[in-house]
């Protein structure tokens, strides 16, 4: 079992920035990648930014050069900084870690970007 718990949401103003944060614990031997998704009102669920375990990076196009996800092995702890916020990145972004064959999923965290 793995748990993962997301901080640092909350409003922002458009053209503003965030760092979230999501802290693994619980049978973290051998996690694979963990990165975040995001759900907009009305929308699917859709990737933001993966990292593996490695430390290769993969972003969605819509916040490629505006997100840098990073992870702190010691710390058990993924984060997501995103500049330049936009309205239409308003969701809720939820913290997710692969762990062979299972998906972990934290309880989520809401972005309203908004002036």
């Known amino acids: 079992q793995v748990q993962l718990v997301e901080s640092g949401g909350g409003l922002v103003q458009p053209g503003g920035s965030l760092r979230l944060s999501c802290a693994a614990s619980?049978?973290?031997?051998?996690?694979?990648?963990m990165g975040w998704y995001r759900q907009a009102p009305g929308k699917q669920r859709e990737l933001v930014a993966v990292i593996t375990s490695g430390g290769s990076t993969n972003y969605a196009d819509s916040v490629k050069g505006r997100s840098t996800i990073s992870r702190d092995n010691a710390k058990n702890t993924v984060y997501l900084q995103m500049n330049s916020l936009k309205p239409e990145d308003t969701a809720v972004y939820y913290c997710?870690?692969?762990?062979?064959?299972?998906?972990?999923w934290g309880q989520g965290t809401q972005v309203p970007v908004s002036s």
């Open positions: 619980g049978n973290m031997f051998s996690i694979g990648a």
């Open positions: 997710y870690a692969y762990h062979h064959p299972l998906t972990y």
